[in-house]
């Protein structure tokens, strides 16, 4: 008898061959969840992956505008085909499928939960090595049921050094532990920033607990990233896959090694 809130996988969608399939956590909201898998996914592509970006932050979604991607996605028989960004990466999220992209979305968690479920068995994505997935943040109904549903290959978790997030960042961990999904490292974001006048490096929200979170979890740190007004423009002017790091590649490089396409 299946244990009681244990879900069965979903098979591969219809005429699609996903190799790799890789999460986007964080225990809260406002760390820049979004950015760093829509920045995953770009350094995939520019590694010549075919890469597929699911926004399952359906109350939230913010992937479209990161990436510049806009219109409606066509159906092909009973498959919704994702819109491309301009590097090719392929990208599905409930914002394409709205009037306005700002319509709110107003829905109880199974609503949410069965709409996710649906981009990943509706939609063409085709062949695809990496499909990677931006999760809402916390620990509730949405996580839960793709961790449970979706054939996961790993886990990015991503946090930022501020007291608060170091607290929720363990609940994450310890859930993504609880479902036997395999933790990729974590990501500290927004860590540190370079004043432009003098080089000199501040830390605007406290010292980095990376490190810390790290060992005391048993998971390896994949990166550090600055709070940069170049990433942040160019996100918001939709062009986030263009921005480059050695801090992204070394983050890619460690992923890579782990789940190898």
Same mark, same amino acid.
């Given at each position: 008898?299946?244990?009681?809130?244990?879900?069965?996988?979903?098979?591969?969608?219809?005429?699609?061959?996903?190799?790799?399939?890789?999460?986007?956590?964080?225990?809260?909201?406002?760390?820049?969840?979004?950015?760093?898998?829509?920045?995953?996914?770009?350094?995939?592509?520019?590694?010549?992956?075919?890469?597929?970006?699911?926004?399952?932050?359906?109350?939230?979604?913010?992937?479209?505008?990161?990436?510049?991607?806009?219109?409606?996605?066509?159906?092909?028989?009973?498959?919704?085909?994702?819109?491309?960004?301009?590097?090719?990466?392929?990208? $599905?999220?409930?914002?394409?499928?709205?009037?306005?992209?700002?319509?709110?979305?107003? &829905?109880?968690? =199974?609503?949410?939960?069965?709409?996710?479920?649906?981009? &990943?068995?509706?939609?063409?994505?085709?062949?695809?090595?990496?499909?990677?997935?931006?999760?809402?943040?916390?620990?509730?109904?949405?996580?839960?049921?793709?961790?449970?549903?979706?054939?996961?290959?790993?886990?990015?978790?991503?946090?930022?050094?501020?007291?608060?997030?170091?607290?929720?960042?363990?609940?994450?961990?310890? $859930?993504?532990?609880?479902?036997?999904?395999?933790?990729?490292?974590?990501?500290?974001?927004?860590?540190?920033?370079? /004043?432009?006048? /003098?080089?000199?490096?501040?830390?605007?929200?406290?010292?980095?607990?990376?490190?810390?979170?790290?060992?005391? $979890?048993?998971?390896?740190?994949?990166?550090?990233?600055?709070?940069?007004?170049?990433?942040?423009?160019?996100?918001?002017?939709?062009?986030?896959?263009?921005?480059?790091?050695?801090?992204?590649?070394? $983050?890619?490089?460690?992923?890579?090694?782990?789940? =190898?396409?």
């Amino acid at each position: 008898m299946q244990e009681e809130g244990v879900m069965d996988k979903l098979s591969q969608p219809e005429n699609s061959h996903i190799k790799r399939v890789i999460a986007v956590i964080s225990g809260k909201g406002g760390v820049g969840k979004s950015s760093i898998a829509a920045l995953l996914a770009s350094e995939l592509s520019r590694r010549k992956y075919q890469v597929g970006l699911l926004d399952a932050d359906i109350t939230g979604p913010s992937i479209p505008k990161l990436m510049g991607v806009r219109g409606r996605p066509v159906t092909l028989g009973s498959q919704i085909v994702p819109e491309q960004s301009a590097s090719n990466i392929r990208v $599905m999220s409930i914002n394409l499928l709205l009037e306005s992209e700002e319509d709110p979305i107003i &829905w109880r968690g =199974p609503l949410i939960a069965g709409a996710v479920k649906q981009f &990943w068995t509706d939609v063409l994505w085709g062949d695809t090595d990496y499909l990677v997935v931006d999760l809402p943040p916390g620990t509730g109904d949405v996580p839960l049921t793709v961790m449970q549903s979706l054939p996961l290959d790993g886990a990015v978790i991503v946090t930022t050094p501020q007291d608060l997030s170091v607290l929720v960042v363990k609940k994450a961990v310890s $859930m993504v532990k609880m479902l036997d999904v395999p933790i990729l490292g974590l990501v500290e974001n927004l860590a540190w920033a370079e /004043c432009p006048e /003098c080089g000199h490096r501040i830390e605007p929200f406290g010292p980095s607990h990376a490190e810390e979170i790290a060992q005391s $979890m048993g998971i390896d740190v994949l990166g550090s990233f600055p709070l940069s007004p170049e990433l942040s423009a160019m996100g918001d002017a939709g062009r986030i896959e263009y921005y480059r790091s050695e801090i992204l590649a070394k $983050m890619v490089d460690s992923i890579l090694q782990k789940v =190898p396409a």
